[in-house]
């Protein structure tokens, strides 16, 4: 929400001179956070009022250019404040000459007072104005609309001033100009800060000072202001609202569940082309309004002053009285923003004889709508269902300031003062008359009576506050408190309709007397009862990553249709049963994601549009795969435990939800730099990945070829689990390798990224199975290493020949440990032979209780190579001892 700061100060009594870094820091303390402070108006210097004298059109030109006469006239004494300009100038105070300026705006006559921009003047954004030469005259200044001072978008034409602006003065000083704007971030559950009543009220007891309601007292009838009036519900028809004297419309409320107040004022006979005030026209374009109409800035501003949002109708456009209801099969309304909308049972309307004029607390009516002929007004005011208007305006996809605020609670108090102050504001400015009186339809309602222990907060917190400071607390929040020993009893005030439980009061204890109060203390869990060891296996493969130099990201855990067919999933595949969501953030997204890939893809993008070409990202995150069928999965009570029938039914209507860990690497895997060029990402970064992972969970798997969408067919390593390691039959764990082209080129990343995805889920039920980890031991005696090339057809994999050869050296018998096998070269060229690929590997030996001989390695070495020429078909190209 944008806030003027002068705004707040009219009614929180802030000493002078106000700290604006204070003021942002002490907002966000107690829980409305600023997150940006602006300086208006600071930058437009010699803007003075002055009077247009003469006009000469300029003819034989496209559009219309006028030649203007204007005179700043001779500023008094009395009238030149601090900062003000005389009519000479900056503050000369000489009398000032008559100035020529060109001018294409057409909506002014010789006698209105207009801004002026001298020669030397500065406008918002920078702009300098300077004596120019145009269409064969010389411009002398510039005559300014709202729009250039900063007012907000009205390209109307000039900006008209009152008739008794003082001509000479200073324009910044004379509008108000220069300001302090704070754009706060209102969180949901503090609709009340929605306004400047309700901001200002926080800005005041942040600061501890005098608080003044700008909604002013309660008038007779009000609830909460002990005295009935007229227009209330009678007995006989709940809801139903009596006109008050001076024949106002009459209105009801057929349905209690949608209103529960619900006010209607009268004023007839202003006059449409009075201009909205100046200031108050400043005000508007500070918080982020532009002016529109007298009738409709009006209600705007209350809107932003106390946070009760009004609406206008023209009276001469209803027929018959005004009734509050739900919609009916096949009702139709359009709305002001021309939009013909179908209207659903559970929309809350504003209803009259000719049918539904308005969708509650969210958007008026075409038919009814206040032109600029318009003279005779009704005013309404209500107090709206939160949840109703929230659904409506999300179903309809209709957001307003409005809706904004009914969603997140209104005063319900508050709609006999607002509508009062709102037709006494259009009499006054607009020239009209009140119609005496007021329709008042009112369902009674119970006020929120909350019970809880003074020393609430103090558990709540881990803080010591004391049953005093509780009390101040919450009568500073303005709720009555009664106190019965150690039980407090508080009702919450009508602004205030998120207060429902102790849990609400603790809370605004807490953030009152400051969140730094609240100690910090590590949690420590009870012996057995740490992480399980599924989150530290997690935790595990996480730092594992982050060591080889990977970032770990969330991305969206929603897709669309379309990313599987980016993906070149076949039709039968299981990542293609997403489950739909039914109220989806974004329509373009309305599945949840079965594999974690598009969303690393869409952050990977991300990056490289920000400059980041080079990157190795991770996610563990969780997929969601349907299980068919449509059941439904039941509302549980939340005062028990589910039984273990529902979760049972639970289980059976939930999608699996298995956890995935996905790797996306692109760019430069090793930087290039002085010390010559880098390397790029290739499919075997993508498998050490992947590595790197099983590694650190210790499962026993191999590395096979594979082929698997989105991957390249020819780049693509599977990995399986061994059986033992928590199954009984080896099984897929995932795949890992360069993308294919047509996956790269749809999802708009750089060429040859590699990717790589495995089920974590699979791989903890392994690890889970496993015996804790031992060290490994170490051997004193010096190892002994072979370098062996040996010679397979291309579609051998390499994993099969390292295997095959830690099987022969296995089966030995010697002695000799063969600690390790290393592939450290790959050649295909001609002498390898057609189809044929040469694979160099370094075999490590050594015994646990001597030093080998050559003759005990030799032995070794060739049972291995015997091994991988049985099971592969390897042949010796050479043997290299050390």
């Known amino acids: 929400m944008l806030v003027p700061l002068s705004w707040l100060l009219d009614y929180a009594a802030l000493a002078e001179p106000v700290d604006v870094s204070e003021v942002a820091r002490r907002l966000t303390a107690i829980g409305l956070e600023v997150e940006a402070v602006e300086r208006v108006g600071h930058d437009i210097v010699g803007v003075v009022?002055?009077?247009?004298?003469?006009?000469?059109?300029?003819?034989?030109?496209?559009?219309?250019?006028?030649?203007?006469?204007?005179?700043?006239?001779?500023?008094?004494?009395?009238?030149?404040?601090?900062?003000?300009?005389?009519?000479?100038?900056?503050?000369?105070?000489?009398?000032?000459?008559?100035?020529?300026?060109i001018c294409g705006a057409v909506n002014f006559v010789v006698g209105d007072r207009v801004p002026l921009a001298l020669p030397g003047a500065t406008l918002p954004g920078g702009v300098e104005i300077a004596e120019r030469k145009a269409y064969g005259r010389v411009s002398e200044g510039m005559i300014c609309s709202a729009d250039e001072l900063g007012l907000g978008g009205d390209h109307a034409g000039i900006l008209v001033l009152p008739p008794d602006a003082p001509l000479g003065a200073d324009f910044v000083a004379y509008a108000g100009l220069r300001d302090v704007v704070l754009d706060v971030n209102v969180t949901p559950d503090k609709g009340h800060a929605l306004s400047v009543r309700g901001m200002a009220r926080e800005l005041a007891s942040a600061f501890g000072v005098a608080y003044t309601d700008p909604a002013g007292p309660a008038e007779a009838g009000e609830p909460g202001a002990g005295e009935p009036g007229a227009g209330e519900p009678s007995a006989g028809e709940p809801g139903a609202g009596e006109a008050g004297p001076g024949q106002v419309r009459a209105a009801s409320i057929a349905d209690p569940t949608a209103c529960d107040r619900f006010v209607l004022r009268e004023v007839r006979g202003i006059d449409p082309a009075r201009p909205t005030p100046l200031p108050m026209r400043v005000r508007l374009a500070r918080a982020g309004q532009r002016s529109v109409s007298l009738a409709v800035d009006v209600t705007n501003y209350l809107m932003l002053e106390l946070g009760q949002p009004l609406h206008a109708f023209d009276r001469a456009r209803l027929s018959g009285p005004v009734v509050v209801r739900r919609a009916r099969p096949g009702e139709r309304l359009e709305t002001l923003d021309h939009v013909v909308r179908e209207l659903d049972p559970d929309d809350i309307l504003i209803t009259d004889d000719s049918g539904p004029i308005g969708l509650a607390g969210t958007m008026g009516g075409l038919a009814t709508e206040v032109s600029g002929a318009s003279t005779d007004l009704v005013i309404e005011a209500a107090h709206f269902s939160a949840a109703g208007v929230a659904r409506m305006s999300r179903r309809h996809r209709l957001f307003s300031e409005a809706s904004a605020r009914f969603e997140r609670g209104v005063d319900d108090e508050l709609q006999l003062r607002a509508s009062a102050r709102a037709v006494a504001m259009l009499a006054e400015l607009g020239g009209g008359t009140i119609v005496p009186g007021r329709t008042f339809a009112m369902i009674a309602t119970e006020p929120v009576t909350i019970t809880m222990s003074a020393g609430h907060p103090?558990?709540?917190?881990?803080?010591?506050?004391?049953?005093?400071?509780?009390?101040?607390?919450?009568?500073?929040?303005?709720?009555?408190?009664?106190?019965?020993?150690?039980?407090?009893?508080?009702?919450?005030?009508?602004?205030?309709?998120?207060?429902?439980?102790?849990?609400?009061?603790?809370?605004?204890?807490?953030?009152?007397?400051?969140?730094?109060?609240?100690?910090?203390?590590?949690?420590?869990?009870?012996?057995?009862?740490?992480?399980?060891?599924?989150?530290?296996?997690?935790?595990?493969?996480?730092?594992?990553?982050?060591?080889?130099?990977?970032?770990?990201?969330?991305?969206?855990?929603?897709?669309?249709?379309?990313?599987?067919?980016?993906?070149?999933?076949?039709?039968?595949?299981?990542?293609?049963?997403?489950?739909?969501?039914?109220?989806?953030?974004?329509?373009?997204?309305?599945?949840?994601?079965?594999?974690?890939?598009?969303?690393?893809?869409?952050?990977?993008?991300?990056?490289?549009?920000?400059?980041?070409?080079?990157?190795?990202?991770?996610?563990?995150?969780?997929?969601?795969?349907?299980?068919?069928?449509?059941?439904?999965?039941?509302?549980?009570?939340?005062?028990?435990?589910?039984?273990?029938?529902?979760?049972?039914?639970?289980?059976?209507?939930?999608?699996?939800?298995?956890?995935?860990?996905?790797?996306?690497?692109?760019?430069?895997?090793?930087?290039?730099?002085?010390?010559?060029?880098?390397?790029?990402?290739?499919?075997?970064?993508?498998?050490?990945?992947?590595?790197?992972?099983?590694?650190?969970?210790?499962?026993?798997?191999?590395?096979?070829?594979?082929?698997?969408?989105?991957?390249?067919?020819?780049?693509?390593?599977?990995?399986?689990?061994e059986p033992g390691a928590g199954q009984a039959a080896p099984r897929v764990v995932g795949y890992a390798g360069e993308l294919h082209p047509r996956v790269i080129e749809a999802f708009r990343l750089a060429p040859r990224t590699c990717a790589m995805e495995l089920d974590l889920s699979v791989i903890e039920v392994a690890a889970a199975s496993l015996a804790p980890v031992q060290a490994p031991a170490i051997f004193s005696y010096p190892v002994a290493t072979q370098d062996v090339a040996l010679v397979v057809r291309e579609d051998v994999p390499a994993a099969d020949v390292e295997a095959a050869l830690v099987a022969g050296a296995a089966r030995a018998g010697t002695g000799i440990v063969l600690e390790g096998v290393r592939l450290f070269d790959v050649y295909t060229g001609a002498q390898a032979g057609a189809g044929r690929k040469s694979l160099a590997y370094t075999l490590r030996f050594r015994a646990p209780d001597r030093t080998l001989t050559d003759d005990e390695v030799t032995v070794a070495r060739d049972a291995a190579v015997a091994e991988a020429a049985r099971l592969t078909g390897a042949t010796l190209r050479a043997a290299l001892g050390s």
């Open 49 to 101: 009022v002055a009077q247009v004298t003469d006009i000469e059109e300029l003819t034989g030109h496209k559009k219309p250019i006028r030649y203007c006469r204007v005179t700043t006239g001779e500023a008094r004494p009395d009238e030149a404040g601090p900062g003000e300009t005389g009519p000479g100038g900056a503050g000369t105070g000489e009398p000032g000459g008559d100035r020529r300026v």
């Open 458 to 721: 103090d558990r709540v917190a881990g803080t010591r506050y004391g049953a005093e400071t509780v009390i101040s607390r919450l009568r500073e929040v303005g709720c009555a408190v009664r106190v019965e020993g150690d039980v407090l009893t508080a009702v919450p005030p009508s602004w205030r309709p998120d207060l429902t439980d102790p849990n609400d009061l603790a809370e605004e204890v807490i953030r009152l007397e400051g969140y730094e109060r609240i100690g910090i203390a590590m949690p420590r869990a009870m012996a057995g009862r740490g992480r399980t060891p599924a989150q530290r296996l997690r935790a595990q493969v996480g730092r594992a990553l982050a060591a080889a130099g990977c970032v770990e990201v969330i991305s969206s855990p929603f897709c669309s249709a379309a990313d599987f067919d980016r993906l070149l999933l076949a039709a039968g595949d299981h990542r293609r049963d997403a489950v739909r969501v039914a109220n989806p953030i974004s329509g373009e997204e309305p599945l949840l994601r079965t594999t974690l890939l598009p969303g690393l893809f869409r952050v990977t993008g991300r990056n490289a549009g920000r400059g980041f070409a080079d990157v190795a990202l991770f996610e563990i995150g969780t997929a969601f795969l349907a299980k068919g069928g449509d059941r439904v999965a039941p509302v549980l009570a939340v005062d028990r435990g589910p039984t273990p029938d529902e979760v049972a039914e639970l289980e059976v209507a939930l999608p699996d939800q298995p956890a995935l860990i996905g790797a996306v690497l692109t760019g430069e895997r090793e930087a290039s730099g002085w010390w010559g060029k880098g390397r790029a990402v290739s499919c075997y970064d993508a498998i050490e990945a992947a590595h790197v992972v099983l590694r650190a969970s210790r499962v026993r798997y191999e590395v096979k070829a594979g082929q698997a969408e989105p991957w390249h067919p020819g780049r693509c390593a599977q990995f399986v689990l």
